[in-house]
């Protein structure tokens, strides 16, 4: 079954505390992204990734990091610098990077804080 | 400022009746403008493009430069069209797909 797998669905994160949301892709895409999407509003980007061992800042990149080390993988890590971290995260991918490419969505993870 | 509007968070409509989903953009030169599409339970999902200029489970969205709009519409709604709708916009400069999203509007269609 290809596409975009997030783990895990759910995650609770305690104060002052790192954690790590997973994003695989069975698609052979080279682009990868991760958005954010709190209620009332739409997503905002916050990382992406054109190719392996290269990722770009978006638009809400400040406490968050990323790594690209597999073409399959993008890893997203919310740290302890971002003060607001609830919300629902997605993973995308597209084939390429140019501007008209379909974004495939993963089905996302709800980070809470505890 | 780039920025996407769609107005209605919710918009309510019998089957069989007409629907449009409101979708304004603020952008310099020429975008690139899609609506993206969740239904219940399932992953969000590419709906249509305006280069494609297609009709999908009879949808259409026309580009407007001159009001800056992008609305979807489709003459009879089905109960199957309920989703959340978003549109989204990709500035051209920058060489990457960047999509700036819409808050969403979602239907409803009662039967």
């Known amino acids: 079954d290809g596409g975009i797998t997030q783990s895990p669905k759910y995650l609770f994160r305690k104060e002052g505390q790192n954690v790590t949301l997973s994003c695989e892709q069975n698609l052979n895409h080279d682009a990868m992204y991760w958005y954010r999407q709190d209620p009332g509003q739409g997503l905002r980007l916050i990382y992406y990734s054109q190719i392996v061992n290269d990722f770009q800042k978006g638009d809400i990149a400040e406490g968050y990091s990323v790594s690209r080390e597999k073409k399959e993988s993008f890893p997203l890590t919310v740290t302890s610098a971002q003060k607001n971290p609830t919300a629902f995260y997605l993973c995308a991918s597209t084939q390429g990077a140019a501007t008209n490419e379909k974004l495939f969505f993963g089905s996302g993870t709800q980070l809470s804080v505890l | 400022a780039q920025r996407v509007t769609q107005p209605e968070k919710l918009l309510s409509v019998f089957k069989g009746a007409p629907v449009e989903l409101k979708c304004n953009y603020s952008y310099s030169g020429s975008p690139e403008l899609f609506w993206y599409v969740q239904y219940s339970r399932q992953r969000l999902q590419l709906l249509l493009r305006h280069i494609s200029r297609e009709s999908i489970k009879g949808f259409t969205a026309d580009l407007n430069k001159g009001e800056t709009s992008f609305h979807l519409k489709k003459p009879f709604a089905q109960e199957e069209d309920s989703a959340m709708y978003y549109c989204?916009?990709?500035?051209?400069?920058?060489?990457?797909?960047?999509?700036?999203f819409g808050a969403g509007t979602r239907l409803a269609v009662h039967p």
């Open positions: 989204a916009l990709s500035p051209i400069s920058g060489g990457y797909n960047k999509l700036i």
